[in-house]
């Protein structure tokens, strides 16, 4: 539990850090006149490619081989844009939510989503078999 913790407590620091910048670009974006999901969408894949190798090397030390856990990276956050995407479309152009209220909840909710599997699937440690 104490692991969980420190790796929690690392990611958040990640993440937040990583999400204010990159919520503060969004809102310059918006506020330029570039699409809530264009902004939405560039900014994520800039997002993704910084964290990588801060959540692989610090917050999980994994220092298994990039290949699987990348691909898994990816699997991983392509979902969640995907969720974040759906999301954007169903509140904001159906039910007319205001985007900047939308786009800001959206961070916890995929961070704990993201968290959850890079713990338990991306960055796995194996499990050792003694004979």
Do not use: C, E
């Amino acid at each position: 539990m104490r692991n969980t913790i420190g790796q929690l407590f690392r990611y958040g620091v990640i993440g937040l850090s990583s999400n204010l910048v990159g919520y503060l670009l969004y809102l310059g974006l918006t506020q330029l006149g570039i699409g809530p999901k264009t902004a939405m969408s560039v900014l994520y894949a800039v997002g993704v490619a910084q964290t990588f190798l801060f959540n692989k090397k610090w917050t999980f030390r994994n220092d298994d081989s990039n290949g699987p856990a990348l691909l898994r990276y990816f699997i991983s956050y392509g979902l969640g844009y995907i969720i974040n995407l759906l999301v954007l479309v169903l509140t904001v152009d159906q039910w007319g939510w205001p985007h900047q209220w939308v786009q800001g909840a959206m961070i916890f909710i995929l961070a704990l989503l993201l968290f959850t599997l890079q713990k338990f699937w991306v960055f796995k440690k194996p499990i050792k078999v003694t004979n």
